[in-house]
């Protein structure tokens, strides 16, 4: 694992990462070629949630790179955490103007409805304004312009996460085993940062 | 650079839209005759309340494209498990404020009633719909048949509780109660319109939608349309449906369409019909009583419908 390059490991994360994508490409050719054949009935439906569980997953990923990294003992992978953060939001994006332009068809009158009225709505598009803060002040200079605040700033992936995953707890009438994955997993990452943060703290008593 | 022609067309030859609105409505109307004159030819057809523009929705949708909790949460999931599900023998067990209550086999409760056409749009709570062109039997010529007493302000059916067939009942997350309970106040279910289906584009009914009979009452979301219903009950009291067990302030007893009444997690103002296109979610806006307004209207007159939804 170790002979793993940075370079490598990065080309392995972008090939894995863009594969549901290419996925999806194939799959929107071949519905735009047969009407309701890849798709479905509702294809604007099945993209919007085919978008939104790729978004979800790849956060949770992203959410979980620094886990990894310090239980696998394996530094290089902290690298790749960038490149999984930007890949969420990417899909986080497409997600997001599929149901403005493809879903709520641009009536800016009805988001807004959406996002007053509908508490999971309301908590994806927060998820979402998260994200973008964090896709936006990801590059290295805006690192170095905010010093401290950028560690504070990008510990905004917790927030991300968890509205991400209440987004979708919200969203369904019924509960089902996807949805109970992924707040498994969810609460597995905040329960192992919590006990990591308490460790780093005792260490830092002890060592004064 | 753009060089205007002068019109071709002297003014005085161009119909006026008043005229030409009327040809269109001439049009419609003529239209509607024929359409009509076919249905009526295809013996008992009744396409009550649909609109010049409501098209039957492909088979493949309807039979493929649903929600049967029972067989899965995803829509896909009732054509993909409900091939498990027997449906023969089929015994319905009446009960309650009835003269003729027991168990009875299917085939003798239908017996000599013959299933009708009739042509409904569906309208699910979830805010997609179809048109679809159900064989059924009028729930009140079913009804009468257990005579039912002066008690019975209410009726509750139940589905089938059989999860060695049902996989949806042996799912470990879901937090629905089994078996899955609807119910219809006396004269809603009495009323013409409701219908109990027996068939699907003229042939039996798939497991998929509900086999061997399911409830079909077009005014309302489709929750409140059973599926595979093994108990009748009549009672003086108002059941408690399953969706408005798991979250009364989302799923009420009546859960008539309605436009004005938003469901707390999307808008009911319109719905998408099915099929739609990859840019195109085909909203339409949604009617009072899914378009029944005219005939069903009246039973709910002097109720408050924002509080009983």
């Known amino acids: 694992m170790r002979a793993l390059n940075v370079c490598r490991l990065k080309a392995l994360v972008w090939a894995t990462l863009s594969a549901p994508l290419l996925w999806l490409l194939i799959l929107i050719s071949q519905e735009l070629r047969q009407p309701n054949s890849a798709l479905g009935p509702e294809p604007s439906e099945a993209l919007l949630h085919y978008l939104g569980e790729w978004a979800l997953i790849m956060l949770l990923l992203a959410f979980a790179v620094s886990p990894l990294r310090r239980r696998l003992h394996w530094p290089p992978l902290g690298q790749a955490r960038r490149l999984v953060g930007l890949f969420a939001f990417t899909y986080a994006t497409l997600h997001v103007l599929t ?3 493809l879903y709520a068809q641009f009536q800016l009158a009805e988001v807004i409805d959406d996002f007053v009225h509908r508490p999971y709505i309301t908590a994806g598009m927060a998820a979402f304004g998260a994200l973008l803060l964090m896709a936006i002040t990801s590059t290295q ?11 504070q700033l990008h510990r ?19 509960n089902t085993l996807d949805s ?16 990591f943060f308490w460790q780093q703290r005792q260490r830092r008593e002890v060592g004064s | 650079m753009l060089i205007r022609k002068p019109a071709d067309i002297p003014t005085s030859e161009i119909t006026p839209e008043a005229v030409y609105q009327q040809r269109r409505t001439f049009m419609g109307q003529s ?15 009744v396409s009550a309340g649909l609109q010049e523009d409501d098209e039957i929705t492909p088979e493949q949708i309807v039979t493929q494209y649903n929600n049967f909790y029972e067989f899965g949460t995803d829509k896909s999931d009732p054509y993909a498990n409900a091939g498990a599900l027997t449906t023969d023998p089929w015994t319905v067990s009446v009960s309650g404020a009835a003269n003729k209550t027991g168990d009875f086999a ?9 299933p009708e056409e009739r042509i409904y749009r569906f309208r699910c709570v979830e805010a997609w719909s179809m048109v679809v062109p159900w064989m059924g039997i009028p729930l009140k010529k079913i009804l009468q048949q257990f005579e039912p007493t002066g008690d019975a302000k209410y009726v509750a059916f139940k589905t089938l509780y059989r999860p060695e067939e049902m996989v949806g009942q042996r799912s470990f997350f879901s937090s629905i109660d089994w078996p899955y309970v609807e119910g219809l106040r006396m004269d809603e279910a009495y009323h013409p319109l409701s219908i109990m289906v027996t068939g699907l584009y003229g042939k039996e009914l798939p497991n998929q939608n509900g086999a061997p009979w399911r409830l079909m009452v077009p ?6 349309s059973i599926k595979s219903i093994v108990s009748i009950h009549f009672s003086e009291r108002q059941p408690v449906n399953t969706w408005q067990a798991l979250a009364a302030h989302e799923y009420g007893f009546y859960a008539n369409v309605n436009p004005a009444v938003d469901h707390p997690r999307w808008s009911q103002a319109s719905e998408r019909r099915l099929p739609s296109s990859i840019f195109n979610p085909n909203r339409r806006p949604t009617l009072p009583f899914n378009g029944y307004a005219d005939e069903v209207a009246e039973l709910y007159r002097g109720m408050d419908l924002r509080k009983n939804y």
């Open chain 2, 31 to 45: 239209a509607a005759l024929i359409v009509g004159a076919g249905l009526s030819a295809a013996s008992s057809r």
């Open chain 1, 141 to 151: 200079g805006w690192r170095r312009r905010l010093k401290r605040r950028w560690q």
């Open chain 2, 106 to 114: 299917f085939e003798d409760v239908i017996k000599g009633l013959t």
């Open chain 1, 180 to 195: 109970a994955i992924y707040l498994s997993v969810l609460a597995l990452l905040i329960v192992e940062r919590t006990v």
């Open chain 2, 219 to 224: 005014w309302k979301y489709g929750f409140k």
């Open chain 1, 99 to 101: 149901y403005l332009g």
């Open chain 1, 156 to 174: 905004g992936i917790y927030v991300a996460a968890a509205l991400a995953v209440i987004h979708l707890l919200w969203l369904r009438k019924d």
